[in-house]
């Protein structure tokens, strides 16, 4: 029987579909409605009232009956004693036969006895014991009679026989005579003129059964006259029940499709004021998420800053439109729009007014195109816009006004007036001719022409040439980098970074090779630009972040406290989800995120400051560490070390390779290590080629040296490192 896999990922054996809809009936036993729950309620108070009732009648009728037979039983104790007095004065009985006579006219009378004085010879018996056996009188009973002269109760009550069906009523027989004296036989001066005694005893039975069969009859036909009267109540009781909550089962539907994720749900207000507090508390909740619903969706596919829409959205409407272009055979273009000298602004007069201005050129761009149109901010100081149903001429006339409109524009900052330029490129959406990742490039290519030939310009893209054998070319690399991430066969390696004070520390920065067609290994510098301009390195990102910590967690289960390094591209910044990934894969791989250090090269995080300040303070509030690299290439460097929480500075390569020829390189090189010093920032030498450069920077503070010379990339970590002895620094 094959096996098949749960909720959670377990295995479990399928089972019979006849068992498994048993076992769901059972599940369902206990979600009762509400409605039903209240008729079980009212049908359980029934039953209980009826059992009450009927219980308490029993109890109380049979209370009654005991009474009255026991006061009906001292009236025929007395009048048997007046009939019984011939029987103890003749001892034979011939003058009592209007006994049996009188007991004919009693049918609850079971039977009598008359004992003599000893109590255990029977004089006389009458009536029908009707099989049951009728002990004789024991002797603690005469001797409890005995004591009963005189009192208000003259009699035994025995409830043994039968379990009380039948009562036995015993009294003694009494006689009194007046004491004689002289002639008359009698003085009446004495004080007790009379003397009692017991001449025998009266043994009356009387059958409680006969009444009580009676009982049961009434109260067997009133139950059933009270059930019928229930048995309507709970008709009526039920259908006022279910018209009472019937609003509130009305609600079920809704609540299903708002569980479901739907929002565009109403619920009907009740006339019921209960219910209706309910019915507005839900429909203000269906409003709340579809208001932030709405803003989710506006905030995951617009940019906040400028309010256009987003890369995302711009390349699904892309698509759609590619997809309308193919049925309808009607030409779009897409322009790829890139502010010239932009970070220049965003250096010399800082982020504010480099906002303001990106605002600005969005505003522009808004105001040049039709409604049908999309403008999206794609990245940076990077915008794209999609214009519907224009031709070559159409498209060249509308990239002429963007060019213009970016001249003519000023924007007065503080003392200063700002303008920008931008150079654009034009790719035309032609019907079944290419995807919108390919457009895209098309778009980014001709924009690169259009700067390589001076700023403010652009240029359309055509294919022929060598531009053709040029996209060919990058489409290729970009089937095979996707070809590459599906199939997973992508290679890290690791470089060693080491430690000048603590050489024994292990620490490796992450680097990628890719597998090239014809099984050759493919530097990043080859394959890197292709997957930037495909938008692909966000996937390779996250291919990277995925395998990197499993390896890492690999190496550390294996005995070996190694720290890597990963690398992140600028694409990565715009991302919200690659905080979360990180999370997810250092808590699933058990790894500390403190053996983890994230590099992002100085341009991107001044391109997307912003975004790279939030994705570096998240990493670093959950324990992970930061590092600058390439740093000192950008106009005002130093300005962004005050603004971003990394840990390490990497001076970039090129200060480093030559600062044991070049003056000025070595003068960089001391800056960066004394600044990173004063802001408690470690730093990292890239490129160290020899002995003597080590020595320089041993002299000059460094932290950390990396190289070819201090250890070659390898997909297996080294045991010994080329290193130089362990010295202190020196910060001159």
Known sequence: MPLERNAIGRFRFPLPAGL????????????????????????????????????????????????????????????????????????????????????KHFPEIAFIRYYDASGRKILGEYGDRRGVEIPLLKPDQIRELSGTGGTERDYLVDRSILSGAYLRFIAPIRVRSIRSDGLLGFSLENEKPENVKVIGYIDLSIDSGYYKEQLVRSIASGSLIIAALM????????????????????????????????????????????????????????????????????????????????????????????????????????????????????????????????????ELLKSRVRDKDVVSRFGGDEFTVLARNVSREGAMELARSFNQIMRDMRLVEGDKILSVNCSIGIAMIEPGRHGAEEILAHADMACFEAKSHGRNRMHLYEEGGEGRKEMAMDIGWFQHIKQIIEQDRFRLMYQPIADVIHPDKESYEVLLRMPGPNGEIVLPSIFLPVAQRFGLMTDIDRWVIVHALKALADFRASGRDVIFSINLSGQSLEDASILQLIKDHLTQNRVPPNRVIFEITEQSAMRYLDKARNLIQGLVDIGCRFALDDFGTGFSSFSYLKQLPVDFIKIDGSFVKNMAQNSMDETMVLSIIQIARSLGKETVAEFVPDEKTIAMLKASGVDHLQGFYIGAPSEKLPVNLRVVPKTNKNAS
């Open 231 to 362: 048995a309507v109540g709970l008709f009526f009781g039920s259908r006022i029940i279910r018209k009472a909550l019937a609003p509130l089962t009305a609600l079920q539907v809704p609540l299903a499709r708002l569980a479901q994720g739907e929002t565009d749900v109403h619920v009907e207000r009740a006339k019921d004021a209960e219910i209706a507090v309910i019915s507005d508390a839900l429909n203000t909740t269906i409003r709340a998420l579809r208001d932030r619903d709405e803003t989710l969706r506006k905030m995951a596919e617009s940019d906040p800053l400028t309010g256009l829409v987003n890369r995302s959205l711009f390349r699904r409407e892309l698509e759609a439109e590619i997809e309308h272009a193919s049925h309808d055979a009607v030409p779009s273009a897409v322009f790829f729009i890139d502010l010239d000298q932009f970070k220049y602004v965003n250096d010399t007069l800082g982020h504010a007014a480099g906002d303001k201005l990106l605002i600005r050129v969005a």
């Open 20 to 103: 498994e809809k048993f076992l769901q009936s059972v599940r369902r036993i206990g979600e009762r409605s509400l409605v039903s729950r209240l008729l079980a309620l009212l049908m359980l108070g029934a039953v209980a009232v009826y059992l009450i009732v009927n219980i308490g009648l029993w109890w109380t009728a049979s209370n009654l009956i005991d009474d009255n037979l026991e006061k009906q039983a001292v009236r025929w104790l007395s009048e048997l004693d007046e009939l019984g007095t011939p029987l103890y004065a003749s001892q034979g009985g011939r003058h009592v036969s209007n006994i049996d006579k009188r007991i």
